[in-house]
């Protein structure tokens, strides 16, 4: 699942970038990295461990934001008999990294890859992440190679996964790939993930599962001030996560049917999560019909459109209750009795970033010694279990992390803009002060505080008038009132 990215483009980006510093430095996240993780890293960058079987004639290439560098996976799909073959080479991340090493302690520390608006905080040294571990394109490195057989509905009829060198052909962006797709210009390779991608996304929608195409937020300036803009996703996006989800269901049925291994869990929602959504539906103007059920509606939205995308940011709140579990039937630890992630209908596992996110070298050396016959590492099965605790901090991290960043965002949008009326819907009420709720604004799409006076209650579910009463960018908060 893609975590929302902001992009600030404004008119005085020397004052954003001071802030944002002083965001991090009061998170007190770790921006240096120690000496002793550096030299690690220069050493152990020219000598990682290397597997021996070869697949460097396969064509692959990998599909990223254009610029990037952290390249977790790179992907080879060709056509077998009326089905399909999908190779996956995934970043082999342990083959650089020392159990007990300094890397390894501080990747425990740091648990993933942080994102800013200005910059990023990652999981590994730059020299693993960006250069030797990193899938760059006319580069040998060792991967996690899954081979994936589809039939010709997309349905998986063999999952296999093993060490090997590798050699990605070319670095594509999504832009790039979709303007191909659309011109009549692709290769085969191309035509054949769109091919592919729709009919995963035509197996998930039989599943009842549903993928959220989350826009990218950006800041623009207009006017002296700021607005907010979104990157609609391309289908493009879509197809290529299709693959990665693929990969992470067939490394959870692997774990599951081993007794051991890490998944990603999802619990269905509560009603009051989908009452709340059809609350900001009405705010934003997104027709939701009764009788439709949810994951039909997303399918319907456009996320071109700024309302629509507006409303996808918001079905986020729906993965929150998102987290790991660890389960190793040797350690008397039995696998979840519901495995299953509620957005995906199927069990899951992260696996495929393991560049940006620690859990996925776990979940990789489980697959790859369940896949070759061989035992778990010795330091997996010893830190298995606490994983979990250590991704749910991480998670908390990086949702305040991505808090502080919409709200800074959000106060510089509507800095000098106090006392302005805005429309609104109420989307949520706090149960114990009905004075105090949650409303969403149709234009900017901002999500913020609204507190009414003691005579009046704020009416849940209305279109209401709003005036700004604060918008402070260096406390990060924004507050409204009733007009």
């Given at each position: ?98 159990p007990g090493g300094t890397i390894d302690a501080e990747a425990r520390r740091r648990v993933e890859t942080l994102y800013f608006p200005d910059t990023r905080v990652p999981l590994h040294p730059p020299r693993i992440s960006e250069a030797a571990a990193s899938l760059l394109p006319g ?35 999504y832009e790039g790939v979709q303007r191909a797709i659309d011109s009549g210009a692709a290769d085969q390779q191309l035509r054949l993930l769109a091919e592919i991608g729709r009919l995963r996304e035509a197996r998930e929608a039989d599943r009842g599962g549903v993928s959220l195409p989350i826009p990218e937020q950006e800041v623009e300036p207009l006017d002296g001030g700021y607005r907010l803009a979104y990157r609609a996703p391309h289908p ?248």
């Open positions: 699942m893609p975590r929302q990215q902001l992009r600030i483009r404004a008119a005085d980006t020397a004052r954003i970038n001071r802030e944002l510093v002083e965001l991090r430095e009061g998170l007190g996240l770790p921006t240096a990295w120690p000496a002793e993780v550096l030299a690690e890293a220069d050493r152990v960058a020219g000598v990682p461990r290397l597997p021996e079987f070869d697949a460097t004639d396969l064509a692959l290439f990998t599909l990223d934001p254009p610029g990037s560098m952290d390249l977790d996976q790179a992907m080879s799909l060709s056509r077998r008999g009326s089905g399909y073959r999908v190779h996956y080479a995934i970043a082999d991340v342990a083959a650089f990294v020392q580069e040998l490195r060792p991967a996690l190679l899954w081979q994936l057989d589809l039939d010709a509905d997309g349905t998986v009829l063999l999952a296999d996964v093993r060490r090997a060198m590798v050699r990605s052909r070319r670095r594509l962006d493009a996006d879509g197809w290529n996560a299709q693959i990665s989800l693929l990969t992470g269901m067939a490394a959870a049925d692997l774990m599951l049917d081993a007794g051991v291994g890490l998944l990603r869990t999802l619990p269905a929602a509560p009603a009051t999560a989908y009452d709340r959504l059809r609350r900001t539906a009405l705010a934003l103007e997104v027709d939701w019909p009764q009788g439709t059920p949810y994951p039909a509606l997303i399918r319907s939205l456009d996320p071109g459109r700024s309302n629509h995308a507006a409303f996808l940011k918001e079905c986020a709140g729906l993965l929150r209750g998102a987290g790991y579990h660890a389960f190793d039937s040797a350690q008397g630890v039995a696998p979840p009795a519901d495995p299953g992630h509620a957005a995906l209908a199927a069990p899951y596992a992260h696996c495929t970033a393991p560049l940006r996110r620690l859990a996925d070298r776990y979940a990789q050396e489980i697959c790859a010694a369940i896949a070759g016959g061989t035992d778990v590492p010795q330091w997996v099965r010893e830190q298995l279990l606490g994983v979990p605790a250590l991704m749910a901090a991480g998670d908390r991290r990086a949702h305040e992390v991505d808090r502080a960043c919409v709200d800074l965002v959000e106060a510089e949008l509507l800095r000098g803009r106090e006392g302005e009326r805005f429309d609104a819907v109420v989307i949520d009420i706090d149960e114990r002060r009905p004075t105090s709720g949650t409303i969403q604004l149709r234009e900017p799409a901002v999500v913020a505080r609204c507190e009414a006076d003691q005579a009046a209650h704020l009416p849940l579910g209305e279109r209401i008038k709003v005036r700004l009463t604060l918008a402070d960018p260096v406390a990060r908060a924004v507050r409204f009132a009733p007009a």
